[in-house]
T-cell receptor, first 110, second 116 residues
Framework: RKEVEQDPGPFNVPEGATVAFNCTYSNSASQSFFWYRQDCRKEPKLLMSVYSSGNEDGRFTAQLNRASQYISLLIRDSKLSDSATYLCVVRNTGGFKTIFGAGTRLFVKA | EAGVAQSPRYKIIEKRQSVAFWCNPISGHATLYWYQQILGQGPKLLIQFQNNGVVDDSQLPKDRFSAERLKGVDSTLKIQPAKLEDSAVYLC??????????????FGPGTRLTVL
């Protein structure tokens, strides 16, 4: 079993749609969680950290469920510019090993 | 603030040749990572340094890959000899203090390696 697993993609949605991505992790000792965005042929960039109480940044909402070991990302009112790959990232305690999921590809169409 | 610098940006070699990649992290960042990203996959951690010491290299193919971080600043990743399956983007990332588990990682632009 992979340490971090994400929804298989791609997701194809129209502009204005709401889309949700899920991610599960296997190590219960995991301590920090992030969503990164990666555009085609570019490096990953931090989209948002995920806090235990859930957090929102504009159209983006991240949730963490430690009991079930999953993380979610909700994008409201999708824009064409949201088209990218979204990477779920988990960091463990101790050596702060950081594990990336395989990513979920999102296509937003006009 | 300058970002993570990597060079070269692109490299094409034949199998069994050697290649080296260089990374200059953001100034003051204690933690440095090397990732391998194969097309269609997420970044896979190869090695993690804390200052000039290795924290994790469990997924580094040590028979052909080596990495060092001299004086806790710049780092070099080497492949010798290269195989076809090493074709990937090699990403370097750094993180500020190395103490706070929630610190953000910043990535360089990557080196795209093609092995023929």
């Amino acid at each position: 079993r992979k340490e971090v697993e994400q929804d298989p993609g791609p997701f194809n949605v129209p502009e204005g749609a709401t889309v949700a991505f899920n991610c599960t992790y296997s190590n219960s000792a995991s301590q920090s969680f992030f969503w990164y965005r990666q555009d085609c042929r570019k490096e990953p960039k931090l989209l948002m950290s995920v806090y235990s109480s859930g957090n929102e940044d504009g159209r983006f909402t991240a949730q963490l469920n430690r009991a079930s070991q999953y993380i979610s990302l909700l994008i409201r009112d999708s824009k064409l510019s949201d088209s990218a790959t979204y990477l779920c990232v988990v960091r463990n305690t101790g050596g702060f090993k950081t594990i990336f999921g395989a990513g979920t590809r999102l296509f937003v169409k006009a | 603030e300058a970002g993570v610098a990597q060079s070269p940006r692109y490299k094409i070699i034949e199998k069994r040749q050697s290649v080296a990649f260089w990374c200059n992290p953001i100034s003051g960042h204690a933690t440095l990572y090397w990732y391998q990203q194969i097309l269609g996959q997420g970044p896979k951690l190869l090695i993690q340094f804390q200052n000039n010491g290795v924290v994790d290299d469990s997924q580094l193919p040590k028979d052909r890959f080596s990495a060092e971080r001299l004086k806790g600043v710049d780092s070099t990743l080497k492949i010798q000899p290269a195989k076809l399956e090493d074709s990937a983007v090699y990403l370097c990332a750094s993180r500020p203090s190395g103490r706070a588990v929630s610190d953000t990682q910043y990535f360089g632009p990557g080196t795209r390696l093609t092995v023929l």
